[in-house]
């Protein structure tokens, strides 16, 4: 059994900055797929990203911009048992619950572990 536990949500203004991480414990391992989610309020839950236990990253369709300008990033320690989520110029549209998930295949399966999701709030 894994347990994910996220961190780091909060309120901000539309510009700002937030650093989302998620500490796994139990039976996970670095070849785990790990990553970010969100549901925004009235919306299904979209991807952010996820990184494969190879390292390789997947990026959701509606933020991947902001990967590519640099805004959002995605990191995994060493070990494999924590994913963060870097967020820098964040817009009104990025209001959501954040849900870290974990699943032992591929990231490109069902997830089988999800954390409780942590609010992030960004006010015009």
């Known amino acids: 059994q894994v347990q994910l536990v996220e961190s780091g949500g909060g309120t901000v203004p539309v510009g700002g900055s937030l650093r989302l991480s998620c500490v796994a414990s139990?039976?996970?391992?670095?070849?785990?797929?790990m990553g970010w989610f969100r549901q925004a309020p009235g919306k299904e839950r979209e991807g952010v990203a996820q990184?494969?236990?190879?390292?390789?990253?997947?990026?959701?369709?509606?933020v991947k911009g902001r990967f590519l300008q640099g805004r959002f990033s995605i990191s995994r320690d060493k070990t494999g048992g924590a994913v963060y989520l870097k967020m820098d110029a964040l817009e009104t549209d990025d209001t959501a619950v954040y849900y870290c998930?974990?699943?032992?295949?591929?990231?490109?399966?069902?997830?089988?572990?999800w954390g409780q999701g942590t609010q992030v709030t960004v006010s015009s």
């Open positions: 990184i494969d236990g190879d390292g390789s990253v997947h990026y959701g369709d509606s």
């Open positions: 998930a974990a699943d032992p295949g591929w990231c490109g399966g069902p997830y089988k572990y």
């Open positions: 139990g039976a996970i391992t670095s070849s785990y797929c």
